[in-house]
Structures are given as C-alpha cells and as structure tokens.
C-alpha cells in the first residue's frame, strides 16, 4: 500500500531499498528555505541495522502490512524462545535478536502475538503490562513518604523498576513492558 512520505508513524514497517524497515523515530522538520520534509529513523528487521532518511510529502512509500498471530511463549533455550501457534499448535523458535529487551518478560505460558510477513516472523508483541514479584528493594526512610520520591527496586526476573515508597519486597507489582515502569500494586 502506497502513502505519502509525510504519513510515516512510529511502528509502521515499510519497503525501502529493497528491506523491511521499520520507522522507530520521526520528525516533522520546515526549513526555512526549500519544503518540508520527515526525517525518520529506521531500523532494518533482518540485520538490526539504522538508517535516517528524509521524506518528503510528494514522494511515495511503500507500507508493508503485516499479519498479527496469537501465539503462547512455551520457554527457552540459550538466546532461543519457543512459540506456539494457538490455533495450529505449529511450534517457531526465535533468536532473542527478534525479541529485544523485552524478552525478559516473557513467562511460560503467556499470550503474545507475532507480526509475520510472508509466513516469516518479524517481531514479538508482549501485553502491555506484566505482574512481577518484587525481589530486592531498599526499607523507607522516615519521613520520605511526604514527597512523590521513588526507590529502585529488583523484581524477580532481574529488571530494575522505580518503585513508590509504600512498596515491600515480595509485593506483586504491574509493570508497563513497553518503558519498564511501576504501574500499580497487583489485585
């Protein structure tokens, strides 16, 4: 599906000198001389690869769209995860390349998607939010509950998350996967 250079959104996969490309930043730049144009960052998803180009409104790209398939994570093995199809039961093993930071929040038996694009896997798609078990975190100092402060905090698979001060090691936690960070006590 072709769309105007300027219509390039953070996430969106697009074909670009012959790869898959996925746009991780932009920014709407109008200089003063000349017209205005989008400088996007791109990552390759075959080799990990950047790139920054310019796109302008006049030009034609190319979005590739993608399949979205519900899988479950079964485990790991070294920096390889196993995935099965829910609906085919078809099992896919992906490098931890694949997956990114984000692998750390993978646990057995969770629902996840996988974005495909000509029956080959591209990326992983977590929920958005994880319950983790604190594991470490630092007693509170009297007196330091009146401001909105934070302490650091280890949850049980070894992430580090900002914690509010009325948070005890072992208490069950939602974290947001997307930027790591504390968002409410577990029900």
């Known amino acids: 599906m072709k769309i105007d250079g300027n219509a390039v959104r953070p996430g969106n996969v697009i074909e670009h000198k012959g790869g898959l490309w996925r746009a991780v930043k932009i920014q709407h730049t109008q200089p003063g001389k000349g017209g205005a144009y989008l400088q996007v960052e791109l990552k390759n998803l075959r080799d990990g690869s950047k790139l920054n180009e310019r796109f302008r409104s006049s030009e034609k790209v190319e979005k590739?769209?993608?399949?979205?398939?519900?899988?479950?994570?079964?485990?790991?093995?070294?920096?390889?995860?196993?995935?099965?199809?829910?609906?085919?039961?078809?099992q896919i093993a992906l490098p931890q390349d694949d997956i990114g930071e984000q692998a750390v929040f993978l646990r057995d038996g969770m629902a996840v998607q996988l974005e495909m694009y000509d029956g080959a896997p591209l990326g992983v798609h977590l929920p958005e939010q994880v319950e983790l078990t604190v594991a470490e975190t630092e007693p509170v100092v009297k007196g330091q509950t009146a401001s909105s402060s934070y302490k650091p905090a280890r949850m049980d698979n070894g992430v580090r998350v900002m914690v509010p001060p009325f948070v005890n090691e072992g208490d069950r936690i939602v974290v947001a996967t997307e930027d790591t960070s504390y968002v409410k006590r577990a029900d």
């Open 64 to 90: 590739v769209r993608l399949e979205q398939r519900d899988y479950q994570f079964l485990f790991h093995e070294g920096d390889m995860f196993t995935f099965m199809d829910i609906e085919s039961y078809e």
